[in-house]
């Protein structure tokens, strides 16, 4: 209503960030047009209203009401001026200050997404009243200033950014303080990379990478879109204690400052990063310089954004294999999300509110929309699915649009009806499954098993391959349109495995007869494509969440098949540094014999016996080690030495072996306090909670619970670390209590913690070790409350959803 009742001109936004350590100033001067001069509002989050008027005429600040300020008596044309003393945050959101713990210096960064603007500044926030930006800024002066237009230094301390185009309220940001920055050029683009002073060594050692993927990917941009990079200058800042993994800001790109590696980088984790890159430009394309209308278009962003990052890494940068990482990875993530209930159309979301919207900016928004797109592109062809996108990004170029909009596009490139594919795809929700059968007459077929709850027929256009274990092998492309399609194999004898979708490229579960299953093993010996082997990883994956295949399978096909493996599966299979990821993330839940914690143990001792000295496959095999292992000797051995020849013991080296003995019940405040004062900086305080939290103590769980439920000092990065290792395994009878305390105290979180972090906790902590009906009956009570944080209610469901499919596992096949 508000967006047919005004029009946004301008922002003069002046902050004053040398008041202390607790606020900050700011005043806003926002010029707009109203339409019909009916009453409106503004929003604005400040610690305290200090002034306002509207059109010379001054208002009350006690009016302001839940972050709204109503605004009457408007003209055509009006001036309302702002001042309020703003908070830091320490969440994340709005103008987050860290302080470095190395140099005792702070650093400030914007985040402005969902709700986060008022915090800062005030504004008409929502993503389809575009607006240009002046901002003038008063810092200390040794510090940087960054932005969305190009800082210039007026005078010491006080610095002016440049009037941008015209953008969204979420795009606003600030980067601020005694950063360390590398500057480059390409193309006539400005580039800059920045970071904290004590990451400033491991940024100048990546900076000729950044700068080379930062300029390929520029160059394949322009080619594909033919429209010259909008937005002036470039900066990329890796700033700390960041929520997402970036955040797409027009001219001033932010990134956490984890992909500024400090410790060794596995091959895999530099190629995530290039990604990252790539997606976050695509956005100033596709959400930045055109913009969804709403949030239930979300998808329009981080959808084409995700198949254009891993699409263009993979064509022009030496990262070539991060399709890989996405079936092993990113589809993994999308595909639990689809199959719980929380599931939604990848479009049209009906999100009623920012905080609805937020909690579906999720693996379905992210991995499923851009399998989507790889199927449409399949279907429209890549010159007119390219060719739409570009008439898209100029009949819209600084406005908003909506996906009626980016269809009619695609309709008018390719003569083709669109909307008939996007009903089937990006409006229903669920994922299809396909699996392979023999015809009476000795041909072979695909089945498709609808998996959405409407009658819906998706297509997909995949390649099916036989594999006749000898290592002879037939592709064929092959279009499903129907729930059985013969597939065009003329060599086929019945051998072997026909396998669907064997280049991943559609969105669907692949099922394997009980027979292929247990042929796996060899199978997995025999196929040489890397990527056919992933979608046959992923089948076995999603037959273990489904509980209808038998963990000893799982560990089995794993215990066979990862020695031949190539360094990016055994990373993603065995998991190497989230306690989530790979088997070492269901060590206690699928694996929740000890046994079987022993055999992956085993497992990684061997490939890091068979590993070449000082390559990526030892780094990762010790570092999976690390994580299974119950063996306290040989961990203190690997802190003691020697250590295999080729490993480096750097602080993140000996963190890792302190967090394991310390959940072992081996070392403890003392050890923990020792490798602090070796590792002083914020990664090494970061490391000590994590350390802090998985100690088997009584006393030390109760002091790490209550700062998880209830400390409002710690920023959000300290309490994901003691939430994600406060629940380990071997300490279930420990942390038992716990279980019923969850779902008693994060609720109530929620009314000392906003946003992101409310979500981020409720999920990170939840006691996902408790396997058992149990559990799932109490979380069902609690999640039967009405009153439950929307944030806490999305992570809860969302957790006991997987909870649940152990539970089922568990009570068909045991521990």
Same mark, same amino acid.
């Given at each position: 209503?508000?967006?047919t009742?005004?029009?946004?001109?301008? &922002?003069?936004?002046?902050?004053?960030?040398?008041?202390?350590d607790?606020?900050?100033?700011?005043?806003?001067f926002?010029?707009?047009?109203?339409r019909?001069?009916?009453e409106t509002?503004?929003?604005?989050?400040?610690?305290?209203?200090?002034?306002?008027?509207?059109n010379?005429?001054?208002?009350?600040?006690?009016?302001?009401?839940?972050?709204?300020?109503?605004l009457?008596e408007?003209?055509?044309?009006? %001036?309302?001026v702002?001042?309020?003393?703003m908070?830091?945050?320490?969440?994340?959101e709005?103008?987050?200050?860290?302080?470095?713990p190395?140099?005792?210096?702070a650093?400030?960064h914007?985040?402005?997404f969902?709700?986060?603007?008022?915090?800062?500044?005030?504004c008409?926030?929502?993503p389809?009243?575009?607006?240009?930006?002046r901002?003038?800024?008063?810092a200390?002066a040794?510090w940087?200033?960054?932005?969305n237009?190009?800082a210039t230094q007026?005078?010491?301390?006080?610095?002016?950014?440049?009037?941008?185009?015209?953008l969204? !309220? &979420?795009?606003?940001t600030l980067?601020a303080?005694? $950063?360390?920055?590398?500057?480059s050029?390409?193309?006539?683009?400005?580039?800059?990379l920045h970071?904290?002073q004590?990451?400033?060594e491991?940024?100048d050692?990546?900076?000729?990478e950044?700068f080379?993927?930062?300029?390929?990917?520029?160059?394949?941009?322009?080619?594909l879109f033919?429209?010259? $990079?909008?937005?002036g200058?470039?900066?990329?800042?890796?700033?700390?204690?960041?929520?997402?993994?970036?955040m797409?800001?027009?001219?001033?790109?932010t990134?956490?400052?984890?992909?500024?590696?400090k410790?060794?980088?596995?091959?895999?984790l530099?190629?995530?990063r290039?990604?990252v890159v790539a997606?976050?430009?695509?956005?100033q394309?596709?959400?930045?310089?055109?913009?969804?209308?709403?949030?239930?278009?979300?998808?329009?962003?981080?959808?084409?954004?995700?198949y254009m990052?891993?699409r263009?890494?993979?064509?022009?940068?030496?990262?070539d294999d991060?399709?890989?990482?996405f079936?092993?990875?990113?589809k993994?993530?999308?595909?639990?999300?689809?199959?719980?209930?929380?599931?939604?159309?990848i479009?049209?979301?009906?999100?009623?509110? !920012?905080e609805?919207a937020?909690?579906?900016?999720?693996?379905i928004?992210y991995?499923?929309?851009a399998?989507?797109?790889?199927?449409?592109?399949? &279907?429209l062809?890549?010159?007119?699915?390219? /060719?739409?996108?570009?008439d898209?990004?100029?009949?819209?170029a600084?406005?908003n649009?909506?996906?009626?909009?980016?269809l009619?596009?695609?309709?008018?490139?390719?003569?083709?009806?669109?909307s008939?594919?996007?009903?089937?795809?990006?409006?229903?929700?669920?994922v299809? !499954?396909?699996s392979?059968?023999?015809?009476d007459?000795?041909t072979?077929?695909?089945?498709?098993v609808?998996?959405?709850?409407?009658?819906?027929?998706?297509?997909?256009?995949i390649?099916v391959?036989? $594999?006749?274990?000898?290592?002879?092998?037939?592709?064929?492309?092959?279009?499903?349109t129907?729930d059985? !399609?013969?597939v065009?194999l003329?060599g086929?004898?019945?051998?072997?495995?026909?396998?669907p979708?064997?280049?991943?490229?559609?969105?669907?579960k692949?099922l394997?007869d009980?027979?292929?299953?247990?042929?796996?093993?060899?199978l997995?010996?025999?196929?040489?494509?890397?990527?056919a082997?992933?979608?046959?990883?992923?089948?076995?994956?999603?037959?273990?969440?489904?509980?209808?295949?038998?963990?000893?399978?799982?560990? %089995?096909a794993l215990?066979?098949?990862?020695?031949?493996?190539?360094?990016?599966?055994?990373?993603q299979l065995?998991g190497s540094?989230?306690p989530f990821?790979?088997?070492?993330?269901?060590v206690?839940?699928y694996f929740?014999?000890?046994?079987?914690?022993?055999?992956? /143990?085993?497992?990684?001792?061997s =490939?890091?016996?068979?590993s070449e000295?000082?390559?990526n496959?030892?780094l990762?095999a %010790?570092?999976?080690?690390?994580?299974l292992t119950?063996?306290?000797?040989r961990?203190?051995?690997l802190?003691?030495?020697p250590?295999?020849d080729g490993?480096? %013991?750097d602080?993140?080296f000996?963190?890792?072996v302190t967090r394991?003995?310390c959940?072992?019940?081996a070392?403890?405040?003392e050890?923990?306090?020792?490798?602090?004062?070796?590792?002083?900086s914020?990664?090494?305080?970061?490391?000590?909670?994590?350390?802090?939290a998985?100690?088997?103590?009584a006393?030390?769980?109760?002091?790490?619970?209550t700062?998880?439920?209830?400390?409002?000092? =710690?920023?959000?990065?300290?309490?994901?670390a003691l939430a994600? $290792?406060?629940?380990?395994?071997?300490q279930?009878?420990?942390?038992?209590a &716990?279980?019923?305390?969850?779902?008693?105290?994060i609720?109530?979180s929620?009314?000392?913690?906003t946003?992101w972090?409310v979500?981020?906790?409720?999920?990170?902590?939840?006691p996902?070790?408790?396997?058992?009906?149990g559990?799932?009956?109490?979380a069902?009570?609690?999640?039967?409350?009405?009153s439950?944080?929307?944030?806490?209610?999305?992570?809860?469901?969302d957790?006991?959803?997987?909870?649940?499919?152990v539970?089922a596992?568990?009570?068909r096949f045991g521990?």
């Amino acid at each position: 209503m508000r967006a047919t009742s005004i029009a946004v001109k301008s &922002y003069e936004v002046e902050l004053d960030l040398t008041r202390g350590d607790r606020h900050f100033w700011s005043r806003t001067f926002v010029e707009f047009h109203s339409r019909d001069h009916q009453e409106t509002f503004v929003d604005v989050a400040p610690a305290e209203l200090l002034d306002v008027h509207l059109n010379e005429r001054r208002l009350d600040p006690a009016e302001l009401r839940d972050g709204r300020l109503h605004l009457r008596e408007l003209g055509d044309d009006n %001036v309302l001026v702002l001042e309020a003393l703003m908070a830091y945050s320490h969440d994340g959101e709005g103008l987050h200050r860290a302080v470095d713990p190395e140099d005792k210096q702070a650093y400030l960064h914007a985040m402005t997404f969902l709700p986060g603007a008022p915090r800062i500044f005030a504004c008409f926030d929502q993503p389809d009243l575009k607006a240009t930006y002046r901002v003038k800024v008063k810092a200390p002066a040794d510090w940087i200033v960054l932005g969305n237009g190009a800082a210039t230094q007026t005078e010491p301390g006080v610095w002016e950014l440049a009037e941008t185009k015209p953008l969204s !309220t &979420y795009f606003a940001t600030l980067v601020a303080g005694p $950063y360390h920055s590398v500057r480059s050029e390409h193309d006539g683009i400005p580039l800059g990379l920045h970071c904290r002073q004590s990451l400033a060594e491991h940024l100048d050692k990546d900076a000729e990478e950044l700068f080379r993927v930062t300029a390929q990917c520029f160059d394949e941009y322009h080619r594909l879109f033919g429209i010259r $990079y909008p937005f002036g200058e470039y900066h990329q800042a890796f700033v700390p204690e960041f929520n997402a993994g970036a955040m797409e800001n027009p001219g001033c790109v932010t990134f956490t400052d984890e992909l500024v590696f400090k410790a060794q980088a596995t091959d895999s984790l530099r190629a995530t990063r290039a990604m990252v890159v790539a997606h976050e430009m695509a956005h100033q394309w596709f959400g930045d310089l055109v913009t969804m209308q709403w949030w239930d278009d979300l998808w329009l962003n981080e959808s084409f954004a995700e198949y254009m990052g891993y699409r263009v890494t993979n064509n022009v940068t030496e990262f070539d294999d991060v399709w890989m990482e996405f079936a092993f990875s990113t589809k993994a993530w999308g595909m639990q999300a689809d199959q719980r209930r929380s599931t939604h159309p990848i479009a049209g979301n009906g999100a009623q509110d !920012t905080e609805q919207a937020l909690t579906d900016f999720d693996g379905i928004s992210y991995s499923k929309g851009a399998c989507a797109l790889r199927q449409l592109n399949s &279907y429209l062809g890549d010159d007119a699915f390219l /060719a739409g996108v570009v008439d898209h990004l100029h009949r819209h170029a600084y406005g908003n649009a909506a996906l009626a909009d980016l269809l009619q596009s695609w309709d008018d490139a390719s003569g083709k009806d669109v909307s008939a594919w996007a009903a089937a795809w990006l409006r229903t929700a669920g994922v299809d !499954t396909l699996s392979s059968v023999t015809a009476d007459d000795g041909t072979p077929q695909i089945q498709r098993v609808n998996g959405s709850a409407e009658d819906v027929a998706r297509p997909h256009a995949i390649h099916v391959t036989w $594999y006749d274990g000898s290592g002879r092998t037939e592709s064929a492309p092959l279009l499903i349109t129907g729930d059985t !399609t013969a597939v065009p194999l003329p060599g086929y004898d019945g051998s072997g495995l026909v396998l669907p979708d064997s280049g991943d490229e559609t969105w669907a579960k692949i099922l394997l007869d009980p027979a292929s299953v247990d042929r796996v093993p060899e199978l997995l010996q025999a196929i040489d494509d890397p990527l056919a082997r992933a979608v046959i990883w992923g089948a076995l994956r999603e037959g273990l969440s489904d509980a209808a295949l038998d963990p000893e399978a799982y560990l %089995v096909a794993l215990e066979r098949g990862l020695p031949r493996e190539s360094d990016l599966a055994v990373e993603q299979l065995l998991g190497s540094g989230s306690p989530f990821a790979g088997a070492i993330g269901r060590v206690g839940t699928y694996f929740g014999d000890p046994s079987r914690r022993s055999r992956l /143990a085993s497992l990684a001792a061997s =490939l890091l016996h068979m590993s070449e000295a000082g390559s990526n496959r030892q780094l990762i095999a %010790v570092r999976a080690l690390i994580g299974l292992t119950d063996d306290v000797e040989r961990l203190k051995g690997l802190l003691e030495g020697p250590v295999p020849d080729g490993l480096r %013991v750097d602080a993140d080296f000996r963190w890792r072996v302190t967090r394991a003995l310390c959940e072992l019940g081996a070392f403890g405040p003392e050890q923990i306090a020792a490798e602090s004062g070796r590792d002083p900086s914020s990664q090494g305080a970061l490391h000590a909670l994590r350390c802090k939290a998985s100690i088997p103590d009584a006393s030390t769980k109760s002091a790490v619970w209550t700062s998880i439920s209830t400390d409002t000092d =710690l920023s959000n990065y300290e309490l994901y670390a003691l939430a994600e $290792y406060f629940f380990r395994p071997g300490q279930t009878e420990l942390t038992a209590a &716990y279980v019923a305390r969850y779902f008693a105290d994060i609720p109530k979180s929620a009314q000392i913690r906003t946003g992101w972090m409310v979500e981020q906790v409720a999920s990170r902590s939840y006691p996902r070790l408790a396997v058992s009906a149990g559990t799932v009956e109490l979380a069902g009570r609690c999640l039967a409350a009405d009153s439950l944080d929307t944030g806490v209610r999305r992570s809860m469901s969302d957790r006991t959803d997987d909870l649940q499919r152990v539970v089922a596992s568990r009570d068909r096949f045991g521990r």
